[in-house]
């Protein structure tokens, strides 16, 4: 409740500077919304709708039918899969399993203690390093299980964590 | 007129109609699973597929214009082939378990299936599976018995103006839910039902409390009384096969005597008993510049919507409580005082249409004590499964009366069950409040009928009263736009959640076919001509219940008992 209450001031903001928007504004609005916040809260979703004169239903259905929409903050750490044809040919599913599993978290979700969080993503554009994953925006490529939980147990490292 | 040929018959179709509009004036019959009646067509289930000659693929009836020349096969070869796969696909992902559903024999899908001759599991695959909703009072969600038709988001939005449900995700993980994807009792539905009556399948059915109420009518311990509402005698008798707007309150009353029921009470005496309050507490507020127009605060939808769309305006409700809650009340007061017997080991058992009385029963505002005035709520469609699962024929029982002193009714009372009934019978009776005579013609015309909205002006003793009646809340919340905006001429109005009012309300016999729901109103007009006593305050036992215990309309025990008040209320909207 409280980030949503910090964030409130900005969600105001972003939404002023759009002051005659109809629902077909909509999705560049998350989008901005979802760029400048991180993702998109309750309370963001309910002003947006407040604005759009669109139920908060309406708009979770929208945001939900596209992948890119995230309802919890990132972690510390975000984490992006990559899920392309390159990397699944040389076997990303495997790397994803092992992210999940070494995270205990589900893509579109954020830690408890708000360290992590994990997105799958179309492709990442390095198909020549495949199979690749990204910590906050840092490509690691080449990937196998074991390397995936080496690289989580380094980051848990330099965050202090055991 | 537009010259079209529908399985080589010729036909003569209107401008704008569309071919399944025109299909079914000319007596044929194409099935249809998303279609709904008065609202735009959304052409998702593809089960009104027709061969049109010409056309290169099967065409969408629901949705395509009738055009001039068309030569329609509703039932060629390919379009029951397409129907019949259409079916197959979605049996591919439903949990198929009918003899556990309580759709079952009610069910479309079911239904279509049988009638398609679908036989053999022809697709196989995962199936989806997701929790149950169970956190509404009133309402349970299973998706996986969801077809994703979108008939309750259409309703819920179009209706209802509410939009508590949308779609939710995409491709396999398409599934109907709330903002956030949480529980229905957090979100903004107001438990109306009307999801229910629509729905096609399984996914959305009433909350039951059959168990509970068995259980108290096992319990030698417990005095169990039932309460029922004005609209559930003209329409059970649907459930049993009788012609519909057939009147079975005699039987049911005898009927629930023979299921144990100690005391059976008619809610329409506390619809005589509400006018008083509320005819009295509208006489007040225009005498002494009370906040106007006044607002009917007797559906319990209603009330969850003006809470959270239109909270501004709760000063105008009535702080009447529904004829539900003031039978609760004095059923656990007066009555438990009278028979000397402890309110706590009284069950009190409301027989509604309505889904959303169940969430009313649970308001905190309606306990005493943390004792609810009414233990449970069953809707007319568990009423009738009860009665089933006790063996019992309702055409072989002998009708009987209710019991004093809470089932003596006039039909001012029993018309409450239809949109416009609250407002007559407060029309009635104010009218011989403000000036001591009878109405002349007792019928209000007027605000009679099936439409959205009915306006009127009535003259009382010199005084202009204007009046108006909504029901489905797009039309009550257009109208409070009205108000919000400044439009002042309006004294009294009457707001009923279901299109219609009661009779249509979401506990009912499953059917929004509005010939039916006009039948059942008819039928409570029926009752209301051929009886003598037509006015609330001519209700002789309400008036004994003022002189004996509640003192006068507005009193100070009638404020205690009677009356409450509604607050904002904070959902996602």
Known sequence: MSTATMAAPDIDSILASHPDARRDALIPILQEVQDRMGYLSRDAVVKIGEHLKLPASKIYGVATFYNQFRFKPLGKYHIQVCRGTACHVKGSLSVLDAVKQALNLAPGDTSRDGLFSLEVVACLGACGLAPVITVNGEFFAGLSPAKVEKIIRDVRKEAGVK | MLNIEINGKPFEAKEGETILEAVRRAGFEVPTLCYIKDLAPTGACRMCVVEVEGMPGLVPSCSYPAANGMKIHTHSARAVRARKTVIELLLADHPNDCLYCSRNNQCELQSLAADLGVRDERYAGAKSSYKQDLSSPS??????????????????????????????????????????????????????????????????????????????????????????????????????????????????????????????????????????????????????????????????????FIEEFYPDLLPNVSTCKSPQQMMGAIIKSFFAERMKIDPKKIFSVSIMPCTAKKFEAARPEMMHHDVPDIDAVLTTRELALLFRMRGMDLQAVTPETADTPFGERTTAGKIFGASGGVMEAAIRSAFFLITGKELGDLNVEAVRGLEGRKEARVQIDGLDVGVAVVSGLTNAAKLLDEIRAGRSDLHFIEVMTCPGGCIAGGGQPLSTNKDKIRERMKALYRIDSNEAKRTSHSNEWVQRLYKEYLGQPLGEKSHHLLHTHYAEREVLL
């Open chain 2, 139 to 304: 309402i349970l969600r299973d998706s996986n018995k969801c077809i994703l038709c979108g008939k309750c988001v259409r309703v819920c939005e179009e209706v209802q103006g509410v939009a508590a449900i949308d779609f939710i995700g995409r491709g396999s993980r398409a599934h109907i839910g709330t903002a956030f994807d949480e529980g229905l009792n957090v979100s903004s539905c107001i438990n109306c039902g009307q999801c229910i009556l629509v729905c096609p399948t399984g996914a959305l059915t009433e909350r039951t409390y059959i168990k509970e109420v068995v259980a108290a009518l096992n319990d030698p311990e417990m005095i169990v009384v039932a309460s029922h509402a004005p609209a559930v005698s003209v329409s059970l008798g649907e459930e049993f096969g009788l012609p519909v707007g057939t009147d079975v309150d005699g039987v049911m009353v005898a009927a629930l005597r023979q299921l144990g029921f100690e005391y059976v009470f008619d809610t329409s005496f506390t619809a005589d008993l509400t006018i008083m309050e509320e005819g009295s507490e509208l006489v007040q507020r225009v005498s002494t510049g009370g906040v106007l127009p006044m607002l009917t605060s007797c559906s319990p939808g209603w009330i969850k």
